[in-house]
């Protein structure tokens, strides 16, 4: 890397500079006319110049992907069509977290709009735990209800679907779980499942709801039902899409960048009721980036489930008017509060029991009376902290009263937690288990911890020995060169998340001109370049931290940073801001 090379940085990392073609850089700078630092990026995450125009003007028209290469979905089209023109009774049973409340309100406003408003419902997540249970179906089925739409779950409910199918209930399951068997429903819906040549795999349930609705459109209009009732327009719903795709951190590859990139324009109108009364009480306006999507409004839809009353964000994104979305906005709001408040309990004790573990490539730590809706956002910081697999569990009523525990995991790339969550399941070590590579949930009981603490060191054992993660910097700047002509050019290459993250940048040499510790822990920087430019930066929650204490330590002194480029406004004026997320002494 030009002008240092960092081995071991205050995180104990190593920094490795993008490899990067030339010639390839100099093409897509002749073709497209792009800065050479877009083209650069663009290179280093392996984007053809064939498909820069696409990377960087990424649109549903051409990116939507053809409905039926999905299996099933002739299927599920079939049944849901005929349920519409008969006038059967329609329940959607949604998940609890923000793709699961995304997709329900998707499917549950379409079918509003075509027909009769279905039911919904959405399971207590503390009393029936996630996914279609045997007791709520049947309660639908007394209801009334003939069919049943599954949404951001279902492919693992094979118990619960076989006592809905002998009641004579019919189940559609729209999902995106990897499964080991296939459910017994009339169709299921989902690219990771067994048999699907689609290679949608990396596309989140809203999405798979969206090209659901995308097909079932087409089959009714090819119905003439369109004759004598407005065609609903989809594209009025991408705003949900958008939101599902990058708070359920999926890859921001292909059509996923489509969604966000239309789903953020849909966004900014707020003519969604629900959202624009949660901008108001979140204290945000447009225009809306995916971090407002991932850390403003996705966090507060999810307190419903996790601290509040599981069905609140179905219920705020379908609000039809802002009377109606106001109180839904500000009991989400208070859930989160009330989430952010038990969430730095937990964490701080967490903290802890990880810090004993570190010599371990994962870390598993459980809790008494820790709230399970809290446990995965505490599992997110484990990970962030210690830079490995985290798996953490509570026990809401305590261990010792015999009650199940409830966990959620967090991973790095190359660790697949969610097969060893199913593996775990399938060897009788947890009650409940499933989800992703990068994230899953699990069930346990009291006397199934440690058991499962050990076959999770033999799994980590049977493999490699877990080496942390190199920081992939992207480019190298000056304090002088980050400035907002180069956000803007960065912007080009957008949105960011999952699988396209926000480019990494190292500033080489800076004087720590100033540093203190601000807030909740935050420690605030003020940094000079060789040539006395100045940039501001943040390094956070690092206060009690190795990154933290070095910087402190490093007052008057020069050190090499590693972070991202923020927009930061102060007193009406916008400036640049680096987040600190690295950093090493000069020689090392």
């Not at 977290?97 to 379409?110: E, I, K, N, P, R």
């Not at 009788?428 to 006397?447: C, K, V």
């Not at 911890?449 to 060191?457: G, H, I, K, M, T």
């Amino acid at each position: 890397m030009p002008g240092m090379k960092i081995e071991r940085s205050f995180c104990g990392r190593r920094w490795d500079l993008a490899a990067c073609d030339e010639d390839k850089v100099r093409a897509i700078v002749q073709a497209h006319r792009l800065p050479a630092v877009i083209a650069r990026l663009l290179v280093s995450r392996g984007v053809a110049l064939e498909e820069a125009a696409d990377y960087l003007n990424p649109t549903l028209k051409r990116l939507l992907p053809e409905p039926f290469l999905l299996k099933d979905m002739d299927k599920a089209v079939a049944r849901l069509l005929s349920a519409i023109k008969n006038g059967e009774a329609i329940a959607v049973y949604g998940d609890y977290d923000v793709d699961g409340s995304c997709s329900a309100a998707l499917l549950s406003q379409f079918l509003a709009q075509v027909s009769t408003p279905p039911r919904t419902y959405v399971p207590d997540r503390l009393k029936e735990g996630y996914g279609p249970n045997a007791a709520a179906l049947l309660k639908l089925k007394e209801e009334g209800v003939s069919l049943v739409v599954t949404v951001d779950c279902g492919a693992g409910a094979a118990a619960a679907l076989s006592a809905a199918r002998e009641a004579g209930l019919a189940v559609v399951v729209l999902d995106h779980h990897a499964a080991e068997h296939a459910p017994p429903a009339v169709a299921q819906v989902n690219p990771n499942a067994g048999g699907d040549t689609s290679g949608l795999t990396f596309v989140c349930a809203a999405g798979i709801t969206f090209l659901f609705l995308v097909a079932l459109n087409r089959a009714l209009r090819d119905d003439g039902w369109y004759a004598t009732r407005p065609e609903p327009k989809l594209m009025d719903a991408v705003d949900l899409v958008a939101l599902a795709t990058v708070c359920d951190v999926v890859p921001l590859v292909g059509v996923n960048r489509a969604f966000v990139r239309a789903g953020l324009a849909k966004l900014n109108t707020l003519e969604r009721p629900g959202l624009a009364a949660l901008a108001l009480v979140a204290g945000i306006k447009p225009p809306f980036t995916p971090y407002h999507l991932g850390f403003a409004f996705g966090p507060r839809i999810n307190a419903g489930g996790r601290v509040g009353r599981s069905g609140l964000g179905i219920d705020l994104l379908t609000a039809r008017d802002a009377a109606e979305a106001e109180p839904f906005a500000r009991a989400l709001d208070s859930h989160n509060r009330e989430r952010q408040a038990l969430e730095k309990m937990i964490l701080d004790e967490a903290i802890v029991l990880a810090l004993a573990q570190q010599e371990a490539p994962f870390v598993f730590v459980v809790g008494d009376g820790w709230h399970p809706g809290v446990v995965g956002i505490v599992a997110g910081r484990l990970k962030e902290r210690f830079h490995k697999p985290a798996l953490v569990a509570g026990f809401e009523g305590g261990a010792n009263q015999g009650v199940m525990g409830r966990g959620s995991t967090r991973s790095v790339p190359g660790v697949n937690l969610g097969a060893m969550i199913r593996a775990a399941r399938a060897a009788g070590l947890l009650e409940s288990g499933g989800g992703h590579a990068m994230a899953a949930g699990f069930g346990l009981s009291p006397d199934q911890v440690e058991p499962f603490r050990s076959f999770l060191a033999e799994a980590f054992a049977a493999g490699e020995v877990l080496q942390i993660e190199p920081l992939a910097i992207d480019a190298v700047v000056s304090p002088g060169g980050a400035t907002m002509a180069l956000l803007r050019d960065l912007a080009m290459a957008g949105p960011y998340g999952a699988g396209n993250p926000e480019p990494l940048l190292a500033i080489p040499d800076a004087t720590v001109a100033f540093a203190d510790v601000v807030g909740n822990g935050h420690v605030r920087l003020r940094l000079t370049g060789s040539d006395g430019a100045r940039l501001d930066g943040i390094a956070f929650r690092a206060a009690e931290t190795p990154l933290g204490e070095g910087l402190l330590k490093a007052r008057g002194g020069k050190v090499h940073l590693a972070g991202r480029l923020k927009a930061d406004e102060w007193n009406g004026q916008e400036r640049v801001q680096l987040h600190v997320e690295d950093a090493a002494a000069t020689g090392v």
